[in-house]
Each structure stands twice: as structure tokens, then as C-alpha cells.
């Protein structure tokens, strides 16, 4: 009695044959072909077998499974450890953030809006290349927002990569009162300018109830920062959407620029991140 040897190709036939329910045929030589490559014609696997895209090989699904988080920076690392406990640590030492995944760590409701996509050109010899450029404000309504301009050659590439620089730019926003000082933080705490290009944008404050009296592009940003009550006034060229969102956003940015007396007391100063947590950096990059 003479035993048939299989090779690999028939043994993974035989497995993937036997997950979908597909009979096998052995012929008369003992190899094993599926029963539905036997009645199509088609040698290997036929029309009824994996093809390209299946659930293995090159062409597998790699999008589906959530990849974990590897920093690739100190702050990274701090961050997912547990070292660095809030966003407000992050801001009170100016730390640069490189990574989009610490913003996603700290902020979890973050919400974006899609300003503008335009076509920009570049003229070459073979005549104009297009792209898109994205203009994306994201933020969580509650003192944080970022903006991000991205040109990509596909309209959904632009707005992908304008999130993540959006990510990568959220600023804190302080917020004040008008008048008595009761009740959550609603509105500027004090006049700011912004400006780009001819656009100018400025923020005045607002009792509580006003609402944002501002024109619908800078309204989306404010409401995105966690603003409820502001007076704005605009100047030059604002129908160019690009200069005056980041108008706006410079403005924004610029609450916190401002020195007011609330601020004069004396700073405790406390050590870096990177110097205190020193040990355990250094720990982890010898690993």
C-alpha cells in the first residue's frame, strides 16, 4: 500500500477548502482538487477559490485590526506610561508635540469641520497639475482648538492630513468673564487681534446671552474653542477663507499672550518632564 506525499500547496488547499465547506475531489493520481475548480475547468484554485484580497497574503485586509500606539518620541513615551497626567502639562513647558496620538490620548472628544477644500494649480510643461488644499478646524468646545491646511492630490488624502496638523497645532484658549466674575468662564478675556495676510480679525467680549455676533466662518472656529458670548470686527480681504480662519485662530491663540494681574504672583517653577522623568527614559531606550 503506497502512501501519496502532499506538498504544501495541497495542504493549504486542503485547509482552505475544508473553512469554506468546499468538498474536496482526490483523483486518480492522489492529489486533491476542490470540487468546484474540478467542475469550472480551472486548474489551482478556480473562480470559487481565494483570488487577490483574500485573508492572506499580500492582498489581506490591513486596514480592519487597530495597530497600538508605539511612541517614537520622549514625550510619546511619557505620555502613554502615565507620566504626563493632562494636556495643561504639556502647554505650561512649551513641549513640542510630534505626535498626533498624545492629542487623541488626552482629548478624546475632539469634533473637526471641513472649512474649504479648494484647487490650487502649478503650471508644468505637460500643462497644470492640480491639487486640493483642506482647511480644517478641530476642537473639543471646551477650551482647545487646532487648525490644519493641507494640499494632497485626493481630496480625502487633504483632509486627513489636515486633521492630524490640526491635532499637532491644538492651542489652549483662555477664557474670561464680562463683568462680574460668576458662574463657568463664557466669553474673551480681553480684546485680541489677529491677522493674516489683509485679513484682520479682532474678539471683543460679550455680557452673558449674546451669543457669538460674528460672521459664519470665525463662528465655527469660536464655538469650536469653548466661546459662548464674543463681539467680532473684521477688515480686509475675508471672502479669502484660508487667511481669515487663520485670522481667527491667531487671535484665539493670542488670549493667553496677554499679561493680566491675575497673573503677576510669583511662578513656582518645577523640573521638565524630561528632567524628572529621566531615569525612566533612559531606562526604556536601553531596552
Known amino acids: 500500500m503506497s502512501f501519496h506525499t502532499w506538498t504544501w500547496t495541497e495542504y ?5 477548502s475544508s473553512s469554506l465547506l468546499d468538498p474536496i475531489k482526490v483523483t486518480d493520481h492522489g492529489t486533491l482538487t476542490p470540487v468546484s475548480s474540478v467542475f469550472i475547468g480551472r486548474g489551482g484554485f478556480g473562480r470559487g477559490g481565494r483570488g487577490r484580497g483574500g485573508a492572506r497574503g499580500r492582498g489581506g485586509r490591513r486596514g480592519d485590526e487597530k495597530t497600538e500606539w508605539v511612541p517614537v518620541t520622549k514625550l510619546g ?9 493632562s494636556i495643561e502639562e504639556i502647554y505650561l513647558f512649551s513641549l513640542p508635540i510630534k505626535e498626533y496620538q498624545i492629542v487623541d490620548f488626552f482629548l478624546s472628544n475632539l469634533k473637526d469641520e471641513v ?19 483642506a482647511f480644517v478646524v478641530i476642537g473639543d468646545n471646551d477650551g482647545h ?12 488624502t487633504a483632509i486627513r492630513g489636515a486633521i492630524i496638523l ?26 485680541v487681534t489677529g491677522k493674516c495676510g489683509s ?16 460672521a459664519p466662518t470665525p463662528k465655527k472656529v469660536l464655538q469650536l474653542a469653548g466661546i459662548t458670548d464674543c463681539y467680532t470686527t473684521s477688515r480686509g480681504s475675508t471672502r479669502t477663507l484660508g487667511n481669515f480662519v487663520k485670522a481667527t485662530f491667531a487671535a484665539i491663540g493670542n488670549t493667553y ?12 517653577f518645577s523640573k ?5 522623568f529621566t531615569d525612566f527614559l533612559s531606562q526604556k531606550a536601553r531596552k
Open 199 to 214: 485679513a484682520l480679525c479682532r474678539l471683543v467680549p460679550a455680557p452673558r446671552g449674546t451669543g457669538i455676533v460674528a
Open 77 to 85: 513615551r511619557l505620555v502613554k506610561a502615565g507620566k504626563i497626567k
Open 115 to 133: 472649512m474649504k477644500i479648494m484647487p490650487v494649480q502649478k503650471q508644468t510643461r505637460a500643462g497644470q497639475r492640480t491639487r486640493f488644499k
Open 166 to 191: 490640526a491635532k499637532l497645532s491644538i492651542i489652549p484658549v483662555r477664557r474670561g468673564y464680562w463683568g462680574s466674575a460668576l458662574g463657568q468662564p463664557h466669553t474673551v478675556p480681553c480684546k
Open 272 to 276: 521638565v518632564p524630561y528632567q524628572e
Open 145 to 156: 482648538v487646532g487648525l490644519g491646511v493641507k494640499c494632497s492630490k485626493e481630496v480625502a
Open 12 to 16: 493549504q488547499m486542503l485547509l482552505f
Open 257 to 268: 499672550g496677554f499679561l493680566t494681574p491675575d497673573l503677576w504672583e510669583e511662578t513656582e
